[in-house]
């Protein structure tokens, strides 16, 4: 047993071990533990999709790069960390062409922003989506912590641009700061973006007829047919869609209509949701007429189809549109309408309607408008909109503008000015008779609280609500799904299954190169020492005994 003790001591002759005894401890005390810096955000990866073959929005996942923020960053193994609102869109433009990644932090109420930010973040919204981003884009909920952790990223550049800034740090300074600053480490896991095979496309539709047949004044046995639709957003710059206003005003026109309809039937109203709006260039509704059209005749001679878009927004002007791809013609059923609507919507808060004439363009990949579907089959069709232009980022947001309160308030003005132009057309009302009244009112007056619970409505393919709701008030319900074509297919998703966004403090590479040289320069010494300790033992020893002797 002393034998091996020996021989044990005889491994601390040399003179290696003495420089691990003193370097490990060293090592260990700079390493450090990134478990214990590390931050967890829930993150959304930005859409995914193709039209025709066209890609739109993000096309990568994978995040593994060191963080920078929006004025520091310089290369592609930077991702850029910063507030949607700070960004700009030729910060974007740069940042998709150069940078590595990018993490947005969404604001945590934009209601609560001023007007100015909120068209800002529309544009830039809408910029972002009509183009292909080849690098991992996510976003980010509200979260302090991450809000903190941009600032950190920041701070050294807010400082540096300061205009009232006394004077600029020495070099030295500034190479001292950058080496003993904290750095951050972005890695995303559990993202993909692979293509959904299950891509499909919901279409719902439902009536109001009469149970029994009816005969129109011309003897014929079919009543004649109004069509009203809307489409249901299920995504847009992420998968996270707000409120519906769309269908909501469709399913509330549907439990107002099915209580006027048992009694007193004078047309088919037939309704239709499908969940494919401007983004996807209205494919359901392609793929219904496609089917429809050629097999039902009723469907090709109907009277007009009202299509809703963009329904229930505060505007500073407070209009109506009428969107159309042809003016309607004095004397048709489409024009009638146009007019009864102007006159309804003078009743309520002096709403102006205006009507807005735009052709077709078959030159163009996207459609306008949804109502142009149905124009190209020769069908009169109209779009009813709060928004003036086809281009206005409104249309596709996913921020609300509006309070709950807000968005109610302007739904219910516009559900009542269509609601009672619709009744007035159905049922021979002259809409500019005083005399005449309103229709809805006493038990089936217009209320918020019948708007309410349709506002968040959610797609068939979540939730059964949407459907439960056709067959609760219509009859003939039928749900169908649209999906790409094998070969060449008009629409395609990808998966946008939410992602883990961790954030590790880290130390800048720069600080690798000051420790290395550093523990070099430490080692250097402590050979030298060790090589030349006989003349350090003697100037020691001689220092000892001139002390001895003058004492």
Same mark, same amino acid.
């Given at each position: 047993?002393?034998?091996?003790?020996?021989?044990?001591?005889?491994? %601390?002759?040399?003179?290696?071990?003495?420089?691990?005894?003193?370097?490990?401890?060293?090592?260990?005390? =700079?390493?450090? @533990?990134?478990?214990?810096?590390?931050?967890?955000?829930?993150?959304?990866?930005?859409?995914?999709?193709?039209?025709?073959?066209?890609?739109?929005? =993000?096309?990568?996942?994978?995040?593994?790069?060191?963080?920078?923020?929006?004025?520091?960053?310089?290369?592609?193994?930077? =991702?850029? *960390?910063?507030?949607?609102?700070?960004?700009?869109?030729?910060?974007?433009?740069?940042?998709?062409?150069?940078?590595?990644?990018?993490?947005?932090?969404?604001?945590?109420?934009?209601?609560?922003?001023?007007?100015?930010?909120?068209?800002?973040?529309?544009?830039?919204?809408?910029?972002?989506?009509?183009?292909?981003?080849?690098?991992?884009?996510?976003?980010?909920?509200?979260?302090?912590?991450?809000?903190?952790?941009?600032?950190?990223?920041?701070?050294?550049?807010?400082?540096?641009?300061?205009?009232?800034?006394?004077?600029?740090?020495?070099?030295?300074?500034?190479?001292?700061?950058?080496?003993?600053?904290?750095?951050?480490?972005?890695?995303?896991?559990?993202?993909?973006?692979?293509?959904?095979?299950?891509?499909?496309?919901?279409?719902?539709? /439902?009536?109001?007829?009469?149970?029994?047949?009816? &005969?129109?004044?011309?003897?014929?046995? !079919? #009543?004649?047919?109004?069509?009203?639709?809307?489409?249901?957003?299920?995504?847009?710059?992420?998968?996270?869609?707000?409120?519906?206003?769309?269908?909501?005003?469709?399913?509330?026109?549907?439990? #107002?209509?099915?209580?006027?309809?048992?009694?007193?039937?004078?047309?088919?109203?037939?309704?239709?949701?499908?969940?494919?709006?401007? #983004?996807?260039? %209205?494919?359901?509704?392609? &793929?219904?007429?496609?089917?429809?059209?050629?097999? @039902?005749?009723?469907?090709?001679?109907?009277?007009?189809?009202?299509?809703?878009?963009?329904? /229930?927004?505060?505007?500073?002007?407070?209009?109506?549109?009428?969107?159309?791809?042809?003016?309607? !013609?004095?004397?048709?059923?489409?024009?009638?309408?146009?007019?009864?609507?102007?006159?309804?919507?003078?009743? +309520?808060?002096?709403?102006?309607?205006?009507?807005?004439?735009?052709?077709?363009?078959?030159?163009?990949?996207?459609?306008?408008?949804?109502?142009?579907?149905?124009?190209?089959?020769?069908?009169?069709? %109209?779009?009813?909109?709060?928004?003036?232009?086809?281009?206005?980022? *409104?249309?596709?947001?996913?921020?609300?503008?509006?309070?709950?309160?807000?968005?109610?308030?302007?739904?219910? /003005?516009?559900? &009542?000015?269509?609601?009672?132009?619709?009744?007035?057309?159905? +049922?021979?009302?002259?809409?500019?008779?005083?005399?005449?009244?309103?229709?809805?009112?006493?038990?089936?007056?217009?209320?918020?609280?019948?708007?309410?619970?349709?506002?968040?409505?959610?797609?068939?393919?979540?939730?059964?609500?949407?459907?439960?709701?056709?067959?609760?008030?219509?009859?003939?319900? &039928?749900?169908?799904?649209?999906?790409?074509?094998?070969?060449?297919?008009?629409?395609?998703?990808?998966?946008?299954?939410?992602?883990?966004?961790?954030?590790?403090?880290?130390?800048?590479?720069?600080?690798?190169?000051?420790?290395?040289?550093?523990? =070099?320069?430490?080692?250097?010494?402590? +050979?030298?020492?060790?090589?030349?300790?006989?003349?350090? +033992?003697?100037?020691?020893?001689?220092?000892?005994?001139?002390?001895? !002797?003058?004492?």
């Amino acid at each position: 047993m002393f034998e091996e003790a020996d021989n044990f001591a005889d491994l %601390f002759r040399g003179g290696l071990p003495y420089y691990l005894l003193i370097t490990l401890p060293i090592l260990i005390i =700079c390493s450090s @533990n990134p478990v214990l810096a590390a931050s967890e955000f829930g993150v959304q990866r930005m859409s995914q999709y193709d039209v025709h073959g066209v890609p739109y929005g =993000c096309r990568a996942s994978a995040l593994n790069l060191e963080a920078k923020s929006l004025y520091t960053w310089q290369t592609s193994r930077h =991702c850029v *960390l910063t507030r949607l609102q700070d960004m700009t869109i030729d910060h974007f433009r740069e940042i998709r062409a150069k940078a590595g990644g990018l993490v947005v932090l969404l604001p945590e109420d934009t209601t609560a922003l001023s007007l100015e930010d909120k068209q800002h973040i529309h544009l830039l919204e809408q910029a972002m989506m009509m183009q292909d981003v080849p690098i991992p884009v996510y976003f980010s909920k509200f979260d302090p912590k991450l809000d903190v952790i941009i600032d950190e990223v920041t701070r050294t550049t807010v400082r540096n641009h300061k205009q009232n800034a006394p004077k600029r740090e020495s070099a030295l300074s500034e190479i001292f700061g950058s080496i003993s600053a904290n750095g951050y480490q972005v890695v995303v896991s559990g993202a993909s973006h692979a293509i959904n095979k299950q891509s499909k496309i919901p279409i719902i539709q /439902g009536e109001l007829a009469p149970t029994k047949p009816s &005969k129109t004044l011309d003897g014929e046995g !079919k #009543l004649p047919l109004i069509i009203v639709t809307a489409h249901l957003d299920t995504f847009g710059l992420t998968n996270a869609r707000q409120a519906n206003a769309d269908v909501a005003v469709l399913l509330t026109l549907v439990e #107002l209509f099915s209580k006027l309809h048992a009694s007193i039937p004078k047309y088919r109203l037939m309704f239709l949701v499908s969940e494919s709006g401007v #983004l996807l260039n %209205f494919q359901g509704m392609k &793929k219904w007429l496609d089917s429809n059209l050629d097999e @039902n005749v009723q469907i090709q001679h109907a009277e007009f189809v009202v299509c809703l878009d963009t329904v /229930g927004k505060l505007l500073a002007n407070d209009n109506i549109y009428m969107h159309v791809s042809k003016p309607p !013609k004095e004397g048709t059923s489409m024009n009638s309408f146009y007019k009864t609507l102007r006159t309804v919507a003078q009743r +309520y808060g002096n709403v102006t309607v205006e009507g807005v004439h735009k052709k077709i363009n078959l030159a163009d990949t996207l459609l306008a408008w949804e109502h142009e579907r149905f124009s190209m089959k020769r069908m009169p069709a %109209f779009t009813i909109s709060n928004v003036k232009s086809h281009k206005d980022p *409104l249309r596709n947001t996913i921020f609300e503008d509006d309070t709950t309160e807000e968005q109610l308030e302007a739904l219910e /003005g516009n559900v &009542k000015i269509i609601a009672e132009a619709l009744a007035s057309h159905i +049922y021979n009302v002259p809409a500019d008779d005083g005399s005449a009244g309103e229709i809805f009112t006493g038990s089936m007056a217009i209320t918020r609280e019948h708007i309410l619970p349709w506002l968040h409505i959610r797609s068939t393919q979540q939730n059964n609500d949407l459907k439960y709701a056709f067959e609760k008030y219509l009859r003939n319900v &039928k749900l169908t799904y649209e999906k790409p074509d094998a070969r060449e297919p008009d629409f395609m998703l990808y998966d946008d299954r939410d992602a883990l966004l961790n954030i590790y403090n880290v130390k800048p590479a720069i600080f690798d190169l000051f420790l290395t040289f550093m523990i =070099c320069l430490y080692l250097t010494s402590i +050979y030298f020492a060790i090589f030349h300790f006989p003349k350090l +033992y003697g100037f020691v020893c001689r220092m000892t005994v001139v002390k001895t !002797k003058v004492n």
